[in-house]
């Protein structure tokens, strides 16, 4: 073949080969990407290749592109305030096929050589309750009695780790004078230590029942009373300071299953409340109460778990109310 005749094949093949380069940069754009979807019943947040994607609703889903890849890792985690706690990484398979470069020869045993970039595709995650390790440890879920009678059902609850203790208190946000309030019958189931009640009618009256109880902040005082009583002749006595609330607490192991907490509640004046829940201490003026029931200075009976919102209606005063609040946090352990 003389070089007059091999020129144009030479042109030909730069020209195959500069279209092919060319092709291998536009193809290269390919991404894989992932589709996660949330078939939970919260909100959660997803993590992958350093990049956050927060609050995604329930049904909702979120989309990640990247370079082309066979796999990436996806950690998804309930968004924190919710009540629950959690987290799954998975290792989510792609379609993939890696640059590669085939070569054939022509009839002149010229080789053609043809390069095939990267190549992504899709890939898609449903997140459901049972991903989550132990997922049954993970639903903080609970119900609330008063006066026996269920007033919610099945709301979500702040975790264990949050507080370390059940507190009774006596309140008086923004009112002046001091707010008396009487507890009895106080009973604490919490799983997996033993069953705790007291009626106070072991305790001296005008004592303190430092056997079971530690009191966090003075309020003006409190003590063992029989000026009231649910069952026997005694009751808890607790009287704050405006705006300087008492409260005394009945210490929890640190790790807890569940609790069940029930006590009988007298309030002595309007407009000057109480309130019962799980607790900690923050500071040396600051106390905090989680999933607890308050007899608020407004006359209404709230619940605070995750919903800090529940009302239940009103309550008078010098009556006795039975109130009852099931903590589920192991729903394996009820």
Same mark, same amino acid.
């Given at each position: ?18 279209? $092919? ?15 996660? $979807? ?35 890792? $996806? ?58 390790? #132990? ?14 009678? @269920? ?9 264990? #780790? ?29 799983? %997996? ?29 409190? #003590? ?17 300071? %405006? ?66 919102? @529940? ?14 609040? @099931? ?8």
């Amino acid at each position: 073949m003389t070089l007059k005749n091999r020129v144009p094949k030479i042109i030909l093949i730069v020209l195959i080969l500069f279209f $092919v380069n060319m092709l291998t940069v536009l193809v290269g754009d390919n991404v894989s990407s992932v589709t996660v $979807v949330n078939k939970t019943e919260f909100r959660i947040d997803v993590l992958t290749e350093g990049k956050m994607y927060t609050g995604i609703e329930p049904t909702y889903a979120v989309v990640h592109t990247t370079d082309p890849k066979p796999s990436l890792e $996806v950690t998804a985690q309930y968004t924190p305030g919710q009540g629950i706690t959690g987290s799954v990484t998975k290792t989510v398979e792609m379609p993939y096929r890696g640059r590669n470069e085939t070569c054939e020869c022509d009839e002149n045993d010229t080789p053609e050589c043809v390069t095939y970039p990267e190549e992504g595709g899709s890939a898609k995650w449903e997140v459901l309750p049972a991903d989550f390790p #132990g997922s049954a440890t993970g639903i903080h879920r609970g119900d609330v009695w008063i006066d026996d009678e @269920l007033k919610a059902e099945n709301v979500a609850l702040v975790a264990p #780790g949050e507080f370390d203790e059940f507190a009774i208190l006596g309140i008086n946000w923004g009112g002046s004078g001091t707010s008396t309030v009487y507890f009895d019958d106080i009973r604490v189931l919490s799983h %997996p230590t033993p069953f705790y009640l007291d009626d106070f009618e072991s305790y001296n009256t005008g004592g303190y029942p430092s056997a079971n109880w530690v009191n966090r902040f003075s309020g003006q005082s409190a #003590g063992i009373s029989e000026n009231v009583s649910h069952g026997g002749s005694k009751s808890f006595q607790l009287i704050s300071n %405006p705006s300087w609330a008492r409260v005394d607490a009945h210490v929890l192991p640190t790790f807890l299953d569940s609790v069940d907490y029930e006590a009988w509640v007298y309030l002595d004046q309007s407009g000057r409340g109480a309130q019962l829940g799980l607790g900690v201490v923050v500071t040396s003026n600051t106390y905090r109460t989680y999933n607890a029931i308050t007899f608020g200075n407004d006359n209404l009976i709230h619940f605070s778990g995750t919903d800090t919102s @529940l009302t239940f209606g009103s309550w008078s005063p010098q009556t006795w109310y039975k109130v009852r609040v @099931l903590c589920r946090f192991n729903l394996e352990a009820i």
